[in-house]
Nanobody
Framework: VQLQASGGGLVQAGGSLRLSCTASGSTFGSSAMGWFRQAPGKGREFVAAINGYTVYADSVKGRFTISRDNAKNTIYLQMNSLRPEDTAVYYC???????????????WGQGTQVTVSS
């Protein structure tokens, strides 16, 4: 599985961005898909995942929405009410699972930068 993320950019606090991640490979429909992020000087952290249902980190609940379009092999992360602390490189990831795991992902995209100015 190869993943290509896009949609990052610079936005003011309170603004919105939508990230996209397109996957190659025939197993997309049976894979759990997730978004992670890594801020400068910090470790990579879970943001959201989807596989029939969705799971979110507490820090983004009510502001971010993950969705997927199996026909396009694509997942999305709609990010609203962005805060400066959301600034990070965002990565999409995939793994074979029937659940919605928050760890143990095998395949990673290249990352897309999101910068939120105050």
């Amino acid at each position: 599985v190869q993943l290509q993320a896009s949609g990052g950019g610079l936005v003011q606090a309170g603004g919105s961005l939508r990230l996209s991640c397109t996957a190659s490979g025939s197993t997309f429909g049976s894979s759990a898909m997730g978004w992670f992020r890594q801020a400068p000087g910090k470790g990579r952290e879970f943001v959201a995942a989807i596989n029939g249902y969705t799971v979110y980190a507490d820090s983004v609940k009510g502001r971010f929405t993950i969705s997927r379009d199996n026909a396009k092999n694509t997942i999305y992360l709609q990010m609203n009410s962005l805060r400066p602390e959301d600034t990070a490189v965002y990565y999409c990831a995939a793994r074979s699972s029937v659940a919605v795991p928050t760890t143990g992902y095998d395949y990673w995209g290249q990352g897309t930068q999101v910068t939120v100015s105050s």
